[in-house]
């Protein structure tokens, strides 16, 4: 009969005027009163929503009892992201979706106490594990996001040399330059690639793959198996007329600019970035509402979501839509832009039209449809494109015999290995865009393919 103990949060107004994080994290009697409402069942179906497979009756069990250094080593059986993961998995449709609680009011809450173990284990000192016996053999690791920091990490632990190359100067991939600091702190980022680098693996960065080397230099420079992990990265675009006005960004773009290149500390830092009074983020995922509220925390002082389905197709985490709501965001919905208009080079307004929902498409939501007549415009002078982005094609285009679809994405089997034996590859790239959690599943069940692969020369 405990209830769900609620994540202590800034407030909406103080909020919107800082990138400090929204959500400040449980303390000991809230995770251990959270704790405590696991009914530890016998078949625990919430493990079923995990990507990763983490124990998770297991470690709420120790912080129940106040072991708290059990509980993130047990955490860490599985995960190596746990500070990262308690804060940006959409818990809601993984592993809280399976609690059985959830059948009738509020799940356990998964990912706040995962997040609780991880940032305790922080506040004490990080404990490095042993590894195993060196294998003697090397396995380059392409990308430093999630799918490449979890398989570079298993590699190292099962033995293994891995290195990791990088494009960026920095490591995280999207854990760095597309999650703003306000859902997940760039510091939170750098420990835990800290722990990472710790445990053995080598990070390389200012590396383009297909450029600096290609995947069969990597190979004749002794790598026993190479895997791909670079996630998703050129924009999506409507297509619409005016889409190339100034202050038109993608929201790869935008984000990156301020959350790698650190433009909300302008001029602190040297990268500026505009943002007008007036902002419309086209899209409804999370990187959308991520666009949307760094645009209110930059100064704009009207920030609308313009999605063409309705709220209940929304796919963003509900978390974000609520504080995005709370932080003054509107929603303008069964709306889609058909054309930008400007002056002086700068967009000024956006001509759209309105939606109807149809029957379910090939994503399972209703087809949206154009109401004959329903044009009308949005007055903005900022417009932030968040419609997905692309696998980058450097890679596919620079490597012999790599199979791929006609959406760029790399084909793999049921372990990621590609159409040639010795390269693997998991995560966005072979899934187009996909959840941080998803990436690292990838990122693991390649890495034990691997390990076989190099260990016994065959493919599986």
């Not at 594990?129 to 298993?154: E, F, H, I, Q, W």
């Not at 990156?256 to 433009?263: C, I, K």
């Not at 303008?332 to 058909?338: C, K, N």
Request: include cysteine.
């Amino acid at each position: 009969m405990i209830p769900r103990q609620p994540m202590p949060e800034q407030d909406p107004k103080e909020r919107i005027r800082n990138f400090d994080e929204v959500a400040l994290g449980y303390d000991e009697e809230q995770a251990v009163l959270e704790a405590g409402r696991c009914l530890q069942c016998e078949n625990p179906t919430c493990m079923q929503g995990c990507p990763v497979n983490i124990d998770i009756p297991g470690f709420i069990a120790h912080i129940k009892e106040g072991n708290f250094d059990l509980a993130i080593r047990k955490i860490k059986e599985k995960n190596h992201l746990p500070a990262i993961i308690g804060r940006v998995c959409p818990v809601k449709d993984q592993c809280e979706k399976f609690c059985v609680l959830a059948k009738k009011g509020e799940p356990v809450a998964i990912g706040n106490l995962e997040r609780f173990a991880a940032d305790v284990e922080w506040k004490k000192g990080v404990e490095i594990p042993g590894r195993a016996k060196a294998s003697g053999k090397r396995v380059a690791v392409v990308g430093s996001g999630p799918a490449g920091l979890t398989a570079a990490t298993d590699l190292v632990k099962l033995g293994h040399e891995a290195i990791i190359f990088e494009a960026l100067h920095v490591p995280g991939g999207v854990l760095t330059y597309g999650i703003p600091e306000f859902r997940l702190p760039k510091k939170v980022v750098e420990r835990e690639v800290e722990y990472i680098k710790r445990l053995g693996v080598e990070i390389r960065t200012d590396m383009v793959i297909g450029r600096t080397f290609t995947i069969d230099e990597l190979l004749e420079q002794g790598f026993d198996a190479i895997f791909i992990g670079t996630g998703a990265g050129p924009p999506q675009f409507l297509g619409v007329p005016g889409e190339n006005l100034g202050l038109v960004y993608s929201a790869n773009e935008f984000l990156t600019r301020v959350n790698l290149m650190r433009a909300y500390e302008f001029p602190e830092y040297d990268t500026p970035i505009k943002v007008g009074e007036k902002v419309a983020v086209i899209g409804a995922g999370n990187v959308a509402f991520d666009s949307a509220r760094t645009a209110l925390r930059l100064g704009a002082g009207n920030v609308s979501i313009v999605y063409r389905r309705s709220g209940e197709e929304i796919p963003a985490r509900i978390e974000e839509v609520q504080h995005a709501e709370e932080e003054g965001v509107k929603l303008r919905l069964l709306t889609l832009p058909t054309r930008m208009l400007g002056e002086g080079g700068l967009v000024r307004r956006m001509e759209c039209i309105k939606m109807s929902l149809g029957k379910p498409d090939e994503s399972g939501r209703r087809r949206p449809i154009p109401v004959e007549g329903s044009e009308f415009y949005i007055d903005t002078d900022t417009v932030i494109v968040a419609i997905g982005r692309r696998p980058n094609p450097l890679i596919q285009q620079t490597t012999e015999g790599l199979k791929t679809t006609s959406w760029g994405t790399i084909v793999v089997d049921d372990f990621g290995q590609t159409s040639r034996s010795d390269i693997f590859a998991g995560g966005d790239v072979v899934t187009g865009e996909a959840t941080v959690i998803e990436a690292m599943g990838a990122g693991r069940r390649a890495a034990d393919a691997i390990d076989r692969f190099i260990r016994r020369g065959k493919r599986r």
